[in-house]
């Protein structure tokens, strides 16, 4: 999904392919693939007008699920701001920070609900079709300008 000079991108390094992405009620959507490792890429543009970036430094967070995955990036562009072949800076997430050197990582789950497998199907949010806080499939990127700052010790 791109707004602006901002873009989200779904990778499936098994398949080196980007997912697809569709647009239903003005909500973008992605079509996963059960049980396929994958990878977000969050992109921050060169403004092709001004030749600048929207900002100089940036803090990204990814929410899975409503899950923060448990490290933010951070990006500087004020570098890049004098070579003009650089129109993109890219962060990438692999997955669910478990500790210090170790990723869990980013898996589809099934999307589809299979009842014949499941004895208690009150759990299941197939029945409550109303049920739209879950958060399930939701990818959530925050995206804050960011600044440097002395350490003063």
Same mark, same amino acid.
């Not at 409550?128 to 002395?150: C, K, L, M, P």
């Given at each position: 999904m791109r707004e602006g000079l901002f873009e989200v991108l779904i990778y499936i390094p098994k398949t080196n392919i980007y997912l697809n992405e569709k647009e239903i009620n003005h909500i973008p959507y992605c079509v996963a693939v059960a049980n396929e490792e994958y990878i977000i890429k969050v992109n921050i543009y060169r403004d092709l007008i001004t030749k600048k970036f929207p900002m100089n430094y940036s803090r990204i967070g990814l929410y899975i699920d409503n899950i923060d995955v448990n490290y933010w990036k951070r990006l500087d562009m004020s570098e890049c701001e004098h070579n003009h072949n650089i129109n993109c800076v890219t962060a990438t997430f692999l997955g669910f920070k478990k500790s210090d050197n170790e990723l869990k990582a980013f898996i589809f789950g099934n999307t589809m609900h299979d009842d014949s497998n499941s004895n208690n199907n009150s759990n299941n949010s197939t029945n $409550?079709? $109303? %049920?739209? %806080? %879950? +958060?399930? +499939?939701?990818?959530?990127?925050?995206?804050? &300008?960011? &600044?440097?700052?002395? %350490?003063?010790?």
């Open positions: $409550n079709t $109303n %049920n739209t %806080n %879950n +958060g399930i +499939g939701i990818i959530r990127v925050d995206i804050f &300008e960011a &600044e440097v700052s002395q %350490n003063k010790t």
